[in-house]
């Protein structure tokens, strides 16, 4: 269907956004071309545009790939999952803390084994696809297998990905503890042998802070400094009860980010997921740092945990990037995903615009993860990860589709009725790695 290698062409209505369209909805942030082409030459975007201009500057051999009457945009990226959750999404009832205790942590026990990790893995990564995501910031188990597994498949796939083994020693099952020293330990050898290799990255996981002692949290601290170019990736603020008993476990902290900000993991590349009850000083600090917050609308709606604040935190200069949170989240679906953070924006008196759905489901995720000049938009010489789109995948997306004239109409239809059905075909490098039509 493709080489990764030579010159491709693919045919669609192509749109990405430039930057963030903001309150303002600027509409120099989205690029839209009707009947466009994405040229790709060695996995990378060598042009898009027009396809008559881009078509007559090469030559009749190039392969093109046909998708006019669907969109092309970037890849959907998705700042925070657990991948070995995939097994208890939708488990019933519980808010998080006993929610954890009840279905995560014995979920969780079984990735010491390394054959279970594997085919979750694998499980996991051909979800994402299937449902148009490209890159991926993910939680593993403690078990530094769990990370292992993950790495080897999605290397296999080309994909960009990042992940982590989850540091945790403590108000946890036994089976799921390390030791500040053993966590340490296990994480650095990983790094080692992991971060920059391919597409890959490594995130230094503190699952959050109840689960880590203070000498695990100075370790964690150590690792953050020792590789200031991996990430650091945990939870912080999503439910009332967990912050009540942060502020017991950590008597002299400010606040809950406070904590994590002590032990100098609150930086740039340091994803901090939900942000529901920061205050002012909080978003301030995140802001100055460069840390970011992940907004993980379907999670805080299941697990009751809150509403995040999105246009708050963006008007405080938070970087937001948007997120599954699957087992919590109910849907691996950007889409899905992005509709429910519309409708959690609404409760607060925002409507955020069509473009900006977009931009938080596909460049708001490479900003968010520092890898923009890479991924997210189809700037030149970016990496050509993208899905292909079909607005009128239902019936009723269809019917409604005919009854839509601008593309800000089509994709806001797009995301609030669709799902994985809509995904035609997803792209890494230029080359296909999921086709709906393979398994019809
Ligand atoms: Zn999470």
């Known amino acids: ?19 963030d369209p903001g309150e303002g909805d600027d509409r120099n942030a989205l690029e839209v071309f009707d009947d466009g082409v994405l040229l790709i030459e060695g996995g990378r975007v060598a042009r898009v545009g027009p396809a008559e201009d881009v078509l007559a500057t090469v030559g009749a051999e190039v392969s093109v790939t046909d998708c006019r009457g669907q969109l092309v945009v970037p890849g959907f990226v998705d700042v925070h999952i657990h991948y070995p959750q995939t097994d208890m999404i939708a488990s019933y009832g519980e808010q998080l803390l006993a929610w954890l ?57 080309g994909m960009r990905l990042a992940a982590g083994k989850v540091l945790m020693d403590r108000n946890a099952p036994e089976y799921l503890r390390d030791t500040a020293e053993s966590g340490y330990r296990d994480s650095r050898e990983l790094i080692e042998r992991w971060h920059g290799v391919d597409r890959l990255s ?70 901090y997921a939900h942000c529901i009850y920061l205050d002012e000083r909080d978003r301030r600090r995140m802001a100055e740092t460069g840390a970011v917050a992940g907004f993980c609308p379907t999670s805080n709606l299941f697990l009751g945990s809150g509403l995040f604040d999105y246009a708050t935190a963006r008007s405080d200069g938070v970087k937001v990037g948007l997120a599954t949170d699957v087992g919590a989240g109910t849907s691996f679906s950007m889409i899905r995903t992005v509709a429910e953070a519309y409708k959690v924006a609404q409760l ?14 596909t460049l708001a995720g490479a900003e968010a993860l520092a890898v923009a000049d890479r991924i997210g938009s189809f700037r030149e010489g970016n990496e050509a990860d993208f899905v292909v789109l079909d607005p009128t995948a239902t019936p009723l997306m269809a019917r409604r589709h005919a009854h839509t004239e601008s593309v800000e109409e089509q994709l806001f239809a797009l995301f609030t009725l669709g799902d ?8 890494l490098q230029g080359a296909c790695r999921y086709s709906q039509s393979d398994r019809a």
């Not at 062409?9 to 930057?19: D, K, M, N």
């Open 101 to 157: 205790e009840r279905y995560t942590f014995p979920t969780e026990g079984r990735f010491g084994d390394a054959a279970v990790a594997a085919d979750t893995a694998g499980f996991f990564l051909d979800e994402l696809l299937r449902n148009g995501t490209t890159s991926a910031l993910v939680l593993g188990t403690v078990h530094p297998e769990s990370v292992e597994a993950l790495f080897q498949a999605a290397r296999g796939l």
């Open 348 to 361: 607060q008196g925002t409507a955020l615009s069509p473009a900006r759905l977009l931009y938080l489901a």
């Open 420 to 427: 994985d059905r809509c995904v035609k075909s997803t792209w």
């Open 202 to 271: 490594y995130a230094i996981t503190p699952r959050f802070a109840p689960t880590s002692s203070e000498a695990q949290l100075e370790r964690v601290g150590e690792l953050a400094t020792a590789y200031p170019d991996t990430y650091v990736h945990t939870h912080v603020a999503e439910n009332r009860a967990e912050v009540a008993w942060v502020s017991e476990l950590f008597p002299w902290s400010r606040s809950y980010l406070d904590v994590y900000d002590c032990y100098g993991l609150v930086r740039e590349r340091a994803l």
């Open 1 to 19: 269907m493709s080489d990764a290698q030579g010159l491709h062409a693919v045919r669609g209505r192509i749109v990405h956004c430039l930057h």
